[in-house]
């Protein structure tokens, strides 16, 4: 089969389209035939081990410490359909749509993958009736991840949320969400993503080229930092009594801090990883198909193009997601 090969830690060029064996059936796995998958900031990070110190140096004992060698095809989220299921899986059976999160063991870039049926990392659920292979493909890992954080920050009917990096598979969702929970939603993004990010239900957006919106004199009720670089002591400022700081990607320094915060005043700071659960991948579904969800697709690649899809990813420009066509001349 064809995959995307991880080489070694570095840039896209690490990437490299190759002929790789076909994984073999175990008995909890399935085999799916994978459609689409996408490229995520994630991806890249994990590509050139582009972590704060108390991060890479785990991640390289768990992947390979000179290069990936315990892993070595990524991505982290797929669309595609199940060819066959080992004997002891009664969930699934061949023929089976579905799309998948598949947590740190990874491997989405290629043409076929086996995955657990059942597992504590990642999630396969039924793909959304109303959604084509690479739309479905970009939900499971942002969508997770933002219903996730909403969940922790228990944000409430007419309450207030800036969402800080809204405009990544992660703020896209996490959008629509705070919409359906019926809070008044501030994006903040670049000047490009801001006409998306009016037409998914913000109520207020803002460039971050030209405004700052901890020194606005806003306050809000959940701030929450998809991308973790908004500024710790501003943010907290910028909360309401009781407020939210939520950070999906914190420094070790902002995990110090906001647990010193939190201990001592009534303004919370939540960066707790997710624990991802196929129950929340049903109700995305769920969503999906009532019509009150949709995903966000900038550009598409096919397989072989995965590490220019990298390089456009790294720019910074991506809005929404950046899908991966893995079957060429197929209904997607």
């Known amino acids: 089969m064809k995959a ?4 070694a830690y570095g840039p896209p060029d690490v990437l490299e ?68 299921v080992g004997k002891d899986v009664s969930r699934f059976q ?25 597992s504590a990392d990642g999630v396969i659920a039924l793909k959304p ?9 970009a939900v499971p890992v942002g969508g997770l991840e933002a219903i996730h954080f909403l969940r922790k920050a228990n944000l409430q009917r007419g309450e207030k949320i800036l969402i800080n990096g809204a405009g990544g598979s992660i703020g896209t969702i996490g959008v629509q969400l705070a919409k359906l929970d019926g809070a008044e939603v501030t994006a903040v993004d670049s000047a490009a993503k801001l006409d998306m ?16 919106f901890t020194q606005n004199g806003e306050r809000y009720d959940v ?49 707790e990883p997710s624990h991802r659960e196929a129950a929340d991948l049903e109700a995305l579904k769920a969503l999906i198909e009532s019509g009150k969800l949709k995903p966000v697709i900038d550009r598409t690649y096919p397989l072989a193009q995965t590490a220019d899809a990298h390089r456009y990813v790294e720019t ?9 066509m893995v079957r060429d001349g197929l209904e997607n």
Request: net charge neutral; with cysteine.
């Open 4 to 7: 995307i090969v991880w080489t």
């Open 17 to 84: 389209y190759r002929e790789v064996e076909k994984p073999t059936l175990k008995d909890d796995e399935v085999l799916i035939r994978i459609h689409a998958t996408t490229v995520t900031a994630g991806d890249c990070e994990m590509r050139n081990m582009h972590f704060p110190l108390f991060l890479s140096t785990p991640m390289r004992f768990y992947v390979g410490f000179r290069k990936p060698t315990r892993i070595r095809i990524l991505g982290q989220e797929l669309a595609g359909e199940i060819e066959a």
């Open 94 to 118: 061949p023929g089976d749509q579905v799309f998948a999160a598949l947590g740190l063991s990874l491997g989405a870039y290629a043409e076929y993958i086996c995955a657990p049926a059942e």
């Open 129 to 137: 009736d109303n959604l084509t292979f690479a739309e479905a493909a």
């Open 197 to 212: 990010l009016r037409s998914l239900g913000a109520d207020h957006v803002l460039d971050y080229a030209q405004e700052d």
């Open 223 to 271: 701030i929450f930092d998809v991308i973790g670089k908004s500024s710790f002591s501003r943010s907290m400022a910028s909360l309401r009594p009781n407020g939210r700081y939520v950070i999906a990607n914190p420094q070790l320094s902002k995990m110090l801090r906001g647990l010193i915060a939190s201990a001592t005043g009534s303004k919370k700071v939540i960066f």
């Open 316 to 324: 910074g420009q991506k809005a929404g997601n950046v899908v991966i």
